[in-house]
């Protein structure tokens, strides 16, 4: 079986990590939330030795995943996680001290989203950062036309799907304890937003 491989994460991972290794210099413990493919986790964790970055995935990903952080072979990278938003993640404890997830605000449906943050709490240790990439609506208008396009194309996939409003997702991080510390402007009409807990 070959690896999975999705060539958006080729594409943006540089401009990510520049914006990673400036807010997650301090950091130890990094929970990644929808990790794909992998390949995120093994380009990061390979430029920023000092994290222990811990994968997560549904259940069916995880095999995938695993290729990737078999052929990297750090010592960083420890096996994925079986995790959805859906399932309860206290039993994790409080033991991160940052969170990154890419590309899933817009797959998920909005309870999903909803969950996400309201489980952040008990997952994070005081004072830990939440940096969450992809594309973000502002006073509910889209930042481009082709953004506009590709939230038709993922409604027309899943009714349930789409990009985000930047006010309602800050909403949602003010209630899990966080505060808003940078939007960074990406590649691709795309956000790297960072926010920290109190």
Not at 61 to 81: C, K, M, V, Y
Not at 125 to 150: E, Q
Not at 152 to 177: Q, S, T, W, Y
């Amino acid at each position: 079986m070959s690896k999975p491989f999705a060539p958006a994460c080729e594409r943006n991972r540089d401009p990510i990590l520049n914006v990673l290794k400036q807010h997650f210099s301090g950091r130890s413990r990094v929970l990644e939330v929808g990790s794909g493919t992998g390949q995120h986790a093994v380009h990061f964790a390979a430029a920023m030795p000092q994290l222990r970055w811990q994968t997560s995935e549904r259940q069916s990903s995880l095999r995938g995943i695993q290729q990737w952080l078999d052929e990297a072979g750090l010592s960083n990278t420890p096996a994925p996680l079986a995790l959805d938003v859906n399932d309860d993640w206290a039993p994790l404890g409080r033991r991160f001290d940052a969170v990154f997830t890419a590309n899933t605000l817009h797959i998920m449906g909005w309870p999903e989203v909803e969950r996400l943050f309201a489980q952040l709490p008990l997952v994070l240790l005081d004072g830990a950062m939440l940096a969450v990439y992809g594309p973000f609506n502002y006073a509910g208008r889209f930042t481009s036309d082709s953004n506009a396009a590709f939230d038709a194309a993922l409604k027309a996939d899943n009714p349930k799907r789409g990009i985000r409003d930047f006010e309602a997702v800050n909403a949602l991080a003010e209630e899990a304890g966080l505060k808003l510390l940078d939007d960074h402007e990406m590649p691709a009409n795309n956000r790297l937003i960072l926010w920290q807990s109190n």
